[in-house]
């Protein structure tokens, strides 16, 4: 649709707009600190709920991108303005669940917590105390309900993902994958490299919201003994 450079605000992140079918947009930015940023700006518009936002249903943020969901009804050329007009607002180092935390508590027993020390020439130790070490910040859900990417840990533990992907990761296994952290809310193939288990329950549909890890949320892992 068109390149988006905000001018009443310098500070916010730059953007493109484009459609997606008749229904939805696709925000596309430079990253996850501008999707998250961009995701605080337009959230409380769709909350409201008052003119065109009103058609909208949902915010979906992931790595680069945000879509806006809305209605086969909607005006998509008058929610592009919107959209834009409240992107303008959005300003780096924001996000959604900005000042909330999360402590995880991790029994750091993972079968891969010594392949993942071999890799990042870190010691099991250091492996562990550079995930607790450092707060991750949730940036988008994943593959499943319940599952977030982190990210923002210590640079030190980006690993590559496993050659051989698992066809069993049992339900609370905490990974390492890229830049990521994350934990499998329920059993799951994967090909995360475990360096852990916890037994907080990631997912419960009676919960408000039902995930836990919301974007913007910040994450504290926290060793606990085995």
Same mark, same amino acid.
């Given at each position: 649709?068109?390149? %988006?450079?905000? #001018?009443?605000?310098?500070?916010?992140?730059?953007?493109?707009? =484009?459609?997606?079918?008749? #229904?939805? *947009? =696709? *925000?596309?930015?430079? /990253? &996850?600190?501008? %999707?998250?940023? &961009?995701? @605080?700006?337009?959230?409380?518009?769709?909350? +409201?709920?008052?003119?065109? !936002?009103?058609?909208?249903? $949902?915010?979906?943020?992931?790595?680069?991108?945000?879509?806006?969901?809305?209605?086969?009804?909607?005006?998509?050329?008058?929610?592009?303005?919107?959209?834009?007009?409240? @992107? +303008?607002? @959005?300003?780096?180092?924001?996000?959604?669940?900005?000042?909330?935390?999360?402590?995880?508590?991790?029994?750091?027993?993972?079968?891969?917590?010594?392949?993942?020390?071999? =890799?990042?020439?870190?010691?099991?130790?250091?492996?562990? @105390?550079?995930?607790?070490?450092?707060?991750?910040?949730?940036?988008?859900?994943?593959?499943?309900?319940?599952?977030?990417?982190?990210?923002?840990?210590?640079?030190?533990?980006?690993?590559?993902?496993?050659?051989?992907?698992?066809?069993?990761?049992?339900?609370?296994?905490? /990974? *390492?994958? /890229?830049?990521?952290?994350?934990?499998?809310?329920?059993?799951?193939?994967?090909?995360?490299?475990?360096?852990?288990?916890?037994?907080?329950?990631? !997912? $419960?549909?009676?919960?408000?919201?039902?995930? *836990?890890?919301?974007?913007?949320?910040?994450?504290?892992?926290?060793?606990?003994?085995?």
């Amino acid at each position: 649709m068109t390149d %988006v450079t905000p #001018a009443a605000a310098a500070a916010a992140p730059p953007l493109r707009l =484009l459609p997606m079918g008749d #229904a939805a *947009l =696709l *925000l596309e930015t430079d /990253g &996850i600190d501008a %999707v998250l940023a &961009i995701d @605080a700006a337009l959230a409380p518009h769709a909350e +409201a709920g008052e003119g065109v !936002w009103a058609e909208v249903d $949902d915010l979906v943020p992931a790595a680069r991108t945000l879509l806006v969901v809305a209605r086969p009804t909607t005006d998509l050329a008058a929610l592009g303005k919107a959209v834009v007009a409240a @992107a +303008a607002g @959005a300003r780096l180092g924001q996000g959604p669940g900005e000042g909330r935390v999360v402590e995880i508590p991790v029994r750091y027993d993972g079968p891969d917590l010594a392949d993942v020390a071999e =890799l990042t020439g870190l010691s099991p130790a250091e492996v562990v @105390a550079a995930h607790t070490g450092t707060p991750w910040r949730v940036g988008f859900g994943g593959f499943a309900p319940g599952f977030a990417y982190l990210v923002g840990g210590d640079p030190r533990l980006e690993v590559a993902r496993r050659a051989d992907p698992r066809t069993k990761v049992p339900a609370g296994s905490v /990974g *390492l994958a /890229g830049t990521f952290s994350g934990v499998y809310p329920r059993e799951s193939p994967g090909g995360w490299q475990l360096i852990g288990t916890t037994e907080v329950v990631l !997912w $419960d549909a009676e919960r408000r919201p039902p995930a *836990l890890l919301t974007p913007g949320s910040t994450v504290r892992f926290v060793e606990v003994a085995g």
